[in-house]
C-alpha cells in the first residue's frame, strides 16, 4: 500500500509539472515597448522584454536599396520609404523614444549581450530578388552576431518562407503568418509551424491539436485581452505574441 501511495503521488507531481511546462511562452511584440521609455521595434524594448524575462522579443526588418537592414514595422519612416531611400537618409529619422532607427546590426549586437531569445519578422519586399537577398543578409548577420540558435524567423511571403527553410542552418525554426497555410502544408513545406492571427486561429481552433499531432508548434498574436489570452491558454497554443507581456505573465502565474 505504501508504495502504491508513492507511486500514485509521483504521479500526481509528474502530472503538474507537464501541466506547467505545457504552458505558452511569452514573446514581446515588437519588444515590450509599452513601457516608459521605450517605443516600438526600439533597442530599448528589447531590453525591457529582457529585463522582465519574456522568453522572446519579436521585431521586423526592412532592406534598404543600398542593402542596409533596417528594423522598423511599417514600411515608412516619417514619410521616407525604407525600400526606396538609401540607409543614410532613413536614418536620419528617429523612433517615438528619441532613439535613431536601429540597423539590424546594432540591434543583434545588443541582443547578443541578453538572454531573450530572438523572433524576426521579414517583412514582404517589393520583389522576389530583394527578398532572396534580405532572407540571406538577416541569416548572415545572425550568424555574425553568434546568434542562430537564439532566433527564429517569421513571414507573411510564401517564397521567403521557402528561402529561410532553404538558406537557413539544419534547425532553424521559421514559421509562416499569412493564416492560408494549412498545418499539412507547413508540415509538408518543413516549416517549424503557423504564427497566425487570434482571428485566424478563433476560425480554426482545430489546427492547434493537429499542429501538435504532426510535431508542429502554434504562436498567437496579437493577444492583448484577458479574455482573448485566457483562450489561447485553454487551447494549449505554444506561445503568445502580446503588446501586454506582464500582463500575460501574471496571467500565467495567477491565473487571473
Not at 102 to 127: M, N
Not at 200 to 217: F, R, T
Amino acid at each position: 500500500m505504501k508504495k502504491k501511495a508513492l507511486f500514485m503521488a509521483a504521479a500526481i507531481l509528474a502530472g503538474v509539472g507537464a501541466l506547467q511546462a505545457a504552458q505558452p511562452k511569452v514573446i514581446a511584440h515588437r519588444g515590450y515597448w509599452n513601457t516608459k521609455g521605450a517605443s516600438q521595434n526600439s533597442i530599448r524594448s528589447l531590453v525591457k522584454a529582457d529585463s522582465i524575462g519574456c522568453y522572446a522579443s519579436e521585431f521586423d526588418v526592412w532592406m534598404t536599396p543600398d542593402g542596409e537592414m533596417i528594423v522598423n514595422h511599417d514600411p515608412t519612416i516619417s514619410g521616407v520609404e525604407i525600400q526606396n531611400n538609401l540607409a543614410a537618409d532613413v536614418r536620419k529619422k528617429k523612433l517615438d523614444n528619441g532613439e535613431v532607427v536601429p540597423t539590424l546590426d546594432e540591434y543583434l549586437a545588443q541582443a547578443a549581450k541578453l538572454k531573450t531569445r530572438l523572433v524576426l519578422e521579414l517583412k514582404t519586399h517589393d520583389s522576389r530578388a530583394r527578398e532572396r537577398a534580405a532572407v540571406k543578409k538577416t541569416l548572415d548577420l545572425v550568424k555574425k552576431y553568434g546568434l542562430e540558435d537564439r532566433t527564429d524567423y517569421i513571414v507573411f511571403s510564401k517564397d521567403a518562407f521557402k528561402e529561410y527553410i532553404k538558406q537557413a542552418p539544419k534547425g532553424t525554426k521559421v514559421y509562416f503568418l499569412n493564416g492560408d497555410y494549412t498545418p499539412a502544408q507547413i508540415k509538408f513545406s518543413k516549416g517549424a509551424g503557423i504564427d497566425y492571427s487570434l482571428k485566424v486561429m478563433k476560425k480554426h481552433p482545430e489546427w492547434i491539436k493537429e499542429c501538435h499531432n504532426k510535431g508542429l508548434e502554434v504562436n498567437v498574436w496579437t493577444v492583448n485581452e484577458p479574455e482573448d489570452m485566457k483562450w489561447c491558454i485553454e487551447q494549449g497554443v505554444d506561445y503568445i505574441t502580446t503588446n501586454e507581456p506582464e500582463r500575460l505573465q501574471k496571467m500565467l502565474k495567477t491565473g487571473k
